[in-house]
């Protein structure tokens, strides 16, 4: 999945060119928040754990005693024990197991089905499956808004945003949005939520969905195919990794303007934000490492090379964040990094 799940390929030399075509040009934002304590941020790569046929999602339980990882290639969901770094568990997640999210809410976990279109549903405890919801076509990435009463599902096949109402485990309606939708965010107070869409023509966009009436409202046009998205803690800025660009772009959200464009490695697929919102991590898929920035500022703080043919996509935090786990994709690994002065 040089980018995404199978099915996708054919995206991956097209990306490639007009990556070399596109600048990745830095713009700087001088509203940015200033970073006034310089600890020294570092990361090392603590395990690299296999998981079998080509590892995706990651979600860690809010209690942290557990990360699911979804492993696309089975069809199964695995639970891996972060005090012993060993797989304790795994069941079958249905075709194509591509994300997962956890509701602590509901005690729920949410495994997005790509080629079966469905979303499965599990008990947090026991793993029990509880329904399998069908979606629409090729369901991929998902977000719970703030109550935790709806999941926005993205159906990259059908361009379209499934909207499921975890009460009744039900879908409840379908937002038609851009080109390709990929991954959802909510907004802190659940007012709204965007969308990227990957394949959008010359440049792609973001969706904006306003929850009040379940429609998008705007497109907003942020470049070359969008993907992983990030939102800070305090809600005034999200953040989207641009694969066509080497860029993560970061948007005001109060205005939708794009305010800065920070440089990172090659083919930025996914983003993962630190707890504190202090450090962006862009997975990227062709220098096959980890690129750490300054979220304020954009400025690169390190990179980790996960070394030859290493495909990071899901970044995903302990809620210290004191470490991260990543999966890669082609080497079928999950990849444990451990990070001081978080």
């Known amino acids: 999945m040089a980018k995404r799940a199978a099915g996708t390929w054919w995206m991956c030399g097209f990306v490639l060119m007009l990556a070399a075509l596109a600048g990745g040009g830095c713009s700087s934002d001088s509203t940015a928040p200033e970073d006034t304590d310089k600890t020294e941020y570092t990361v090392r790569i603590e395990a690299s754990l296999d998981l079998g046929a080509a590892p995706h999602g990651v ?38 197991a591509v994300n997962v999210a956890v509701s602590s809410r509901w005690s729920q976990v949410y495994v997005t089905n790509e080629t079966g279109g469905t979303l499965s549903v599990y008990d947090l405890d026991t793993l029990h499956e509880i329904t399998r919801i069908p979606l629409g076509s090729r369901p991929h ?13 993205c159906n990259l096949g059908s361009d379209e945003v499934s909207r499921v109402d975890l009460a009744t485990l039900t879908e409840v309606g ?31 966009t973001l969706s904006k969905i306003e929850t009040s009436g379940w429609t998008e409202v705007k497109r907003i046009p942020v ?11 305090d809600g005034g800025r999200l953040y989207v990794s641009l694969e066509g660009e080497d860029v993560v772009l970061v948007l005001d959200t109060a205005t939708d303007e794009i305010v800065a464009r920070y440089p990172c490695g090659e083919l930025p697929h996914g983003l993962g934000l630190t707890p504190d919102g202090r450090y962006l991590w862009t997975g990227n898929l062709q220098s096959h490492d980890i690129t750490v920035l300054d979220a304020a500022t954009g400025e690169r703080i390190t990179t980790l090379s996960l070394g030859i043919g290493a495909q990071p996509h899901v970044i995903a935090f ?8 990543v999966s890669d994709f082609f080497r079928r690994e999950v990849v444990v990094v451990a990070v001081s002065g978080a």
């Open 141 to 153: 990435g998902l977000d719970l808004d703030p109550t935790e009463s709806t999941l926005l599902v």
């Open 59 to 96: 979600a860690v339980a809010p209690s942290y005693d557990r990360v699911f990882i979804t492993n696309f290639g089975e069809g199964e969901l695995a639970v891996l024990d972060p005090g012993s770094l060993v797989f304790r568990a795994s069941v079958d997640a249905g075709s194509g």
């Open 318 to 325: 302990a809620p210290d964040g004191s470490r991260a786990y």
């Open 174 to 204: 379908r937002i038609p949005v851009g080109s390709t939708p990929d991954s959802p965010v909510f907004t802190r107070d659940g007012s709204s939520a965007y969308v990227t869409n990957y394949n959008g023509r010359d440049p792609s």
């Open 223 to 233: 470049g070359i195919h969008p993907h992983g998205i990030q939102l800070s803690p």
